[in-house]
T-cell receptor, first 111, second 117 residues
Framework: RKEVEQDPGPFNVPEGATVAFNCTYS??????FFWYRQDCRKEPKLLMS???SGNEDGRFTAQLNRASQYISLLIRDSKLSDSATYLC????????????FGKGTHLIIQP | SAVISQKPSRDICQRGTSLTIQCQVD?????MFWYRQQPGQSLTLIAT?????????ESGFVIDKFPISRPNLTFSTLTVSNMSPEDSSIYLC??????????????FGPGTRLTVL
């Protein structure tokens, strides 16, 4: 079983629509969870940390379900500039360790 | 977050040669890491760069192939040794900036795009 799994897409979504991504992780003891955004030929940039209570930042909402070991990202009122690859990322073993990345979900917002 | 720079930004190298990539941070950080992103793939952790001691390598990566230095809290190097075309990839450093109540967020440098002929 892969450690962090995501639907690679692509998701083709009209501008203004709401889109949701899910991600599952294998290690139930994982400690921290994130969504990163990666634009073509650029480095990943932290979009949101995902807390146990869930969190919201403008049009973006992230949820964590530890019992089912999945993480979600919801984007409301999508913009053309939201087109990117969204990486589900898990810190499985603690702060002294690196991150485990999903393969990413490719999102295309269409005018 | 921190401002992270990498040198070189890209290089084209001949097989059998070695390339050293530098990562510089504008502030002292607790942890530095090196990742690889092969074409069309996501990121894979190579190793944790430990200040003052040997790096900690992930399964499938060895010190002879990817020697790492971290002489202080703001700088690290990764060397890709005896390169082959399979080493063509983007190499990224990342840092963790420890702050009160931090959540182990990591921030990435711009990457070094390596092509091996």
């Amino acid at each position: 079983r892969k450690e962090v799994e995501q639907d690679p897409g692509p998701f083709n979504v009209p501008e203004g629509a709401t889109v949701a991504f899910n991600c599952t992780y294998s290690n139930s003891a994982s400690q921290s969870f994130f969504w990163y955004r990666q634009d073509c030929r650029k480095e990943p940039k932290l979009l949101m940390s995902v807390y146990s209570s869930g969190n919201e930042d403008g049009r973006f909402t992230a949820q964590l379900n530890r019992a089912s070991q999945y993480i979600s990202l919801l984007i409301r009122d999508s913009k053309l500039s939201d087109s990117a690859t969204y990486l589900c990322v898990v810190n499985m073993y603690g702060g002294a360790d690196g991150l485990t990345f999903g393969k990413g979900t490719h999102l295309i917002i269409q005018p | 977050s921190a401002v992270i720079s990498q040198k070189p930004s890209r290089d084209i190298c001949q097989r059998g040669t070695s390339l050293t990539i530098q990562c510089q941070v504008d502030s002292q950080v607790t942890m530095m890491f090196w990742y690889r992103q092969q074409p069309g793939q996501s990121l894979t952790l190579i190793a944790t760069a430990n200040q003052g001691s040997e790096a900690t390598y992930e399964s499938g990566f060895v010190i002879d192939k990817f020697p790492i230095s971290r002489p202080n809290l703001t700088f690290s190097t990764l060397t890709v040794s005896n390169m082959s075309p399979e080493d063509s990839s983007i190499y990224l450093c990342s840092v963790r900036v420890a702050e009160p109540n931090d959540y182990n967020e990591q921030f990435f440098g711009p990457g070094t795009r390596l092509t091996v002929l």
